[in-house]
């Protein structure tokens, strides 16, 4: 950011934290920009004269002396056509050695869609993985995230789905990525060819945690220019929003806010809720799809994280791994698609819903058994059934390696309903029964 | 001279104005920003410094900036003309509002000031009235919207003059009443009232005496919730709180809807905006949008406005009462209205209370919840015998932290709120929906004396204490099922299965509902009662197995008969025939 004739320098600061300075200075707007020493900072708070502003890199080094420049305006992203395929740091520098991109200045985390203009989302997402597409079909205009432990491999699920989607963007918000994990989606989109429709803004764990605050808003930023301008269907994939909260949780503390649950600010539920509702149906046609990643501690979904988080977003996808058939599947009971109601058994065929709901209430059966035999009782008939069902569900539905579609899924489980039990066993509509019952 | 101010802090939304004359708590004030003028109000006052929370961003909010206080509270405008309308939480018209995205400071009215409305009379010259009390009435759609003396007019007064019948604006004076003293003051079809303020015109408020119908069976019947009464539903994210809250929407016999979506999803709200103009009030045959309004103030709009979202329902719900109408206001959801006071308290530095919500939360709550009621107004019957009623019943949800019912915005609301629709995560996981908890749920009402005498009267005679065996066979049968989880299978006698399996033929065919379907989503009282009885029926009849494993296919076949009959139209050549196939199917396995 180079500074231009006629901004005042200020070179007086009063106080250093960890994370934030405060300097006595005039005229400046709230939410405002400014280098400290060249390190980008923002204004949090201003008090008659007294104003703090939070430097995203950290205070480290930063002397009384350092050169104060205020920029006028909010922190802001240069969108245009030109944005495709190139890779970005958290403040939209390029990282990839291209030159910086041309285009229209606009303001990050602008205002919301006002929900009168938005349409319902309406088009099915289909991924090819069963475990989402049958139990929890995803929408354009969709916010959903992983919840997974870190050691499972929900970076690999999420950039396969990002590439079945279909989408004409797809835009990578990397928060605390490891570099490893960077350079994996960077292969992945190269040796799928789609890297002229991706669009990085990466901050990598060797990268100041405060800077990862800035990449959803720099993300969706773009995606609205793609989505409402161009009418594009745009897909924007945040990985990892927990690492985003606990930056946020160390900014709150910083200030001195009182937290709330789980030591996180009280005001998480809206910093997130700000950014996944950014995701919308355009009625010209352009959506605005969130796959997010929050990885969880120990599978524990009541923590605060995952907590707010599944307050905001409509449904969340679970992974877990089923050791009966030694992979990882989308948990059934866990996972959900709150919008799968628009489309399934709509866009779907007619026996979609049913199908999905039986398969569920005895797979859930099936997890009774299970408990009965670990606690050393006698399994009857139907457990028995149930527990077959359950393991031919898993590996040819529920695993991630499976890649069909939807008729195909619908008909597997038709074939293991035949297998295992009588039609009546189901309480599927008897006009269902009739039609779709395989045939021996 | 209204009192001026400067802006002299800023922290994100709460704002800090240094005024140069009185001002008053919530007082709301203008920030005049270059272009752009910003909504706020009074929350705390230190001195000349008032603390106001901003119900927009502040980006670029220099200090400063001039501001206006403009000695009145957050008010709505209530007049002919709301019903339909989808406002924001400050009653903004979202669909006068320009552009894809909201524009900050873009305040729209609430009515339409050229609207035209036929007017006719229904008070005299010479007659006495008071606040509330109904001049005259326009037809709004389809509903008579009563035009009442303003319910800031305090006293007692008289009719000098009223228009005759005809066409009139919005803003036309139509009626000129004499207060005490011999004022005259001037009545149009429009007026205000502060939100947080509410409205007492009306005689008395007597304990709820009928239940109001929503068409769900776990709650009719099992916990219903009464005529101006008020039921929370907690529950974790998934449980299925926003589809029980818009069936019931779109279900419930009352005259008017308010729906209050509060820092939720807005795909949940264009949800109701697409499908509300379409869907038939099978009660009257209109479009549900026609007894609807929408306040919404989605997760993503500024949070003051979302405390003030409830209250403007609230307002707009108490004014539609006055005019004799069954109102029903839901709100979804009410944590998130505590979160946004726990934002604001925090950013003010107040000591907190529990989870760092605020300690007046629970005295918030309640205040807020007693608004709700069934009341007897001043205005009486044409026959000037009888007072004309109305009621507001309310339904709010609340999102526990963690699903976990002991925090407390839960707490707070179980003690204001006399049904408890508590919804349960395993029956959620098992898509037992939906998924209230029909033993852990209650509803107060069941006990009132007022309320069991209705449902004897209209229901049946035995009602009530059916009602009570039916909660104990399901909490036998969750008690069965522990044991033969405990004890195995084999390891229970067989009326055990027996228990545990009548049971859950209760909760498959009677509780679960899927309100997806055309015509399982929504069950008159009559259906409710047959099923009831057939259900109860199942349950009474001896039966003879010889061993337990013959039992559970041969409830789960039961079941599955039932389900048909519950996807079939009440009484059609269909659901009679399923239902000779069950009467055979218990017939043959009837002990003799």
């Known amino acids: 950011m180079e500074t231009t004739a006629f901004q005042k320098i200020y070179t007086k600061i009063t106080q250093i934290t960890k994370a934030t300075c405060s300097l006595k200075a005039t005229g400046i707007g709230y939410e405002e920009i400014a280098t400290v020493n060249g390190r980008l900072a923002q204004v949090v708070k201003i008090q008659g004269d007294d104003v703090t502003l939070q430097i995203f890199s950290g205070t480290e080094g930063i002397p009384t002396n350092a050169e104060v420049i205020f920029m006028g305006k909010a922190p802001s992203l240069k969108v245009g056509e030109e944005l495709a395929g190139r890779f970005f740091n958290a403040y939209g520098y390029p990282i990839d050695g291209g030159p910086a991109v041309e285009g229209k200045e606009v303001e990050i985390g602008g205002p919301s869609v006002n929900p009168v203009r938005r349409k319902q989302p309406s088009d099915i997402i289909p991924t090819g993985i069963a475990g989402i597409d049958l139990n929890n079909t995803l929408v354009t205009g969709q916010k959903i995230p992983f919840f997974a432990d870190p050691d499972q491999p929900f970076n690999q699920v999420m950039a396969e789905v990002a590439l079945r989607a279909k989408a004409d963007k797809i835009i990578l918000g990397g928060m605390g990525l490891s570099n490893d994990d960077y350079l994996f989606f960077k292969n992945v989109f190269d040796n799928a060819g789609a890297l002229d429709r991706i669009i990085s803004f990466i901050n990598t764990t060797e990268d100041p945690p405060v800077e990862r605050l800035l990449v959803p808003d720099m993300a969706l930023t773009t995606a609205e220019y793609f989505a409402h301008e161009k009418n594009e269907k745009v897909l924007v994939l945040l990985t990892d929003m927990t690492l985003y909260a606990d930056a946020l949780s160390i900014v709150s503390n910083r200030m001195d806010q009182i937290p709330s649950k789980d030591s996180m600010p009280g005001s998480l539920y809206s910093d997130l809720a700000k950014i996944y509702e950014k995701a919308v149906q355009f009625p010209e046609g352009g959506s605005i799809t969130i796959i997010a990643v929050t990885t969880l501690s120990g599978g524990d979904i009541t923590h605060a994280i995952p907590d707010n988080t599944g307050y905001i977003t409509e449904g969340q996808l679970f992974l877990r791994r089923d050791t009966d058939i030694g992979k990882v599947i989308i948990d059934p009971f866990r996972s959900l698609s709150r919008l799968k109601q628009l489309v399934i058994g709509k866009q779907t065929r007619e026996d979609h819903p049913q199908v999905m709901n039986a398969a569920i209430r005895i797979f859930a059966d099936a997890a009774n058994a299970k408990t009965k035999l670990e606690n050393g009782f006698d399994l009857n008939d139907y457990d028995e059934r149930t527990l077959k069902f359950a393991k031919g569900y898993s590996n040819d539905l529920l695993a991630i390696d499976v890649n069909v579609d939807i008729d195909a899924m619908l008909d597997t489980g038709w074939r293991l309903f035949g297998e295992n039990f009588e039609k009546a066993e189901l309480g599927i509509k008897d006009e269902l029964v009739k039609k779709y019952w395989p045939k021996k | ?592």
Request: overall charge negative; glycine content about 6%; hydrophobic content about 40%.
């Open chain 2, 1 to 592: 001279m209204a009192t001026k101010g400067k802006v002299v802090g800023i922290i994100a939304n709460l704002v800090i104005v240094e005024a140069d004359g009185p001002v008053s708590q919530n007082e709301i004030c203008f920030i005049k920003m270059p272009g752009v003028d910003l909504m706020a109000e009074v929350i705390k006052i230190i001195g000349k410094k008032a603390y106001t929370q901003v119900f927009e961003s502040t980006r670029g909010l220099k200090v400063g900036t001039d501001a206006e206080f403009m000695s009145h509270m957050l008010e709505v405008t209530l007049g002919p003309g709301i019903l339909s309308r989808n406002y924001d939480g400050l009653q903004n018209d979202l669909d006068k509002m320009k552009g894809v995205f909201l524009k900050r400071g873009d305040y729209t009215a609430p009515l339409n000031d050229d609207a035209e409305w036929e007017f006719t009379q229904i008070a005299k010259v010479g007659d006495k009235v008071e606040a509330g009390s109904w001049l005259g009435e326009v037809l709004e759609g389809w509903m008579p919207h009563k035009i009442m003396v303003p319910f800031k007019f305090e006293g007692n007064f008289t009719v000098k003059s009223i228009v005759a019948n005809g066409t009139y604006k919005t803003k036309d004076v139509v009626a000129v009443v004499t207060d005490e003293s011999g004022k005259d003051h001037e009545v149009t079809m429009m007026q205000k009232w502060p939100v947080k303020v509410p409205i007492k015109a009306y005689n008395n408020k007597p304990r709820p005496f009928k239940i109001m119908e929503t068409g769900v069976r776990t709650m009719d019947t099992l916990n219903p919730l009464a005529e101006g009464g008020t039921g929370f539903i907690p529950g974790p994210f998934g449980a299925g709180k926003t589809v029980l809250q818009h069936a019931v929407s779109q279900q419930a016999e009352a005259d008017m809807i308010i729906v209050t979506a509060c820092g939720e999803r807005a795909n949940e709200v264009v949800e109701i905006f697409t499908e509300f103009p379409e869907l038939v009030d099978p009660r009257t045959g209109r479009k549900l949008m026609e007894r609807t309004t929408i306040i919404c103030n989605t997760s993503n709009m500024p949070v003051a406005a979302r405390e003030a979202s409830v209250y403007t329902g609230m307002t707009i719900a108490e004014y539609y009462r006055a005019m004799g109408l069954k109102v029903l206001l839901l709100a979804d959801s009410t944590s998130r209205w505590a979160q946004a006071l726990r934002e604001m308290s925090n950013r003010m530095e107040e000591l907190p209370g529990p989870d760092a919500f605020p300690m007046d939360l629970p005295a918030i709550i309640s205040n807020f919840y007693a608004r709700a009621g069934f009341v007897y107004l001043n205005q009486m019957k044409a026959d000037g015998k009888e007072a004309e009623s109305g009621s507001i019943t309310f339904l709010g949800t609340v999102s526990p932290a963690g699903g976990n019912l002991k925090e407390p915005v839960t707490e707070s609301t179980k003690k204001a709120a006399r049904c408890f629709y508590a919804l349960n995560q395993d029956r959620a996981d098992s898509k037992r929906y939906p998924a209230i908890d029909p033993i852990d749920s209650y509803s107060k009402y069941l006990e009132y004396p007022e309320i069991q005498e209705y449902l004897k009267k209209t229901i049946a005679e035995d009602w009530v204490s059916n009602v009570t065996l039916v909660k104990d066979y399901l909490l036998k049968g969750k008690e069965a099922s522990e044991q033969i989880n405990i004890l195995g299978d084999d390891g229970v006698p067989i009326d055990y299965h027996l228990k545990y399996w009548k049971a859950e033929v209760i909760d498959f065919v009677f509780l679960q509902q899927d309100a997806f379907d055309d015509i399982d989503k929504s069950t008159s009282l009559e259906r409710q009662k047959f099923m009831l009885a057939q259900v109860l029926a199942v349950y009474n009849t001896d039966f003879k197995f010889d061993s337990f494993e013959e039992v559970n296919p041969y409830f789960k076949s039961i079941i599955n008969t039932f389900k048909q009959m519950n996807y079939s139209e009440y009484e059609s050549e269909k659901f009679n025939g399923y239902l000779k196939e069950i009467e055979t199917k218990i017939n043959e396995r009837k002990a003799v």
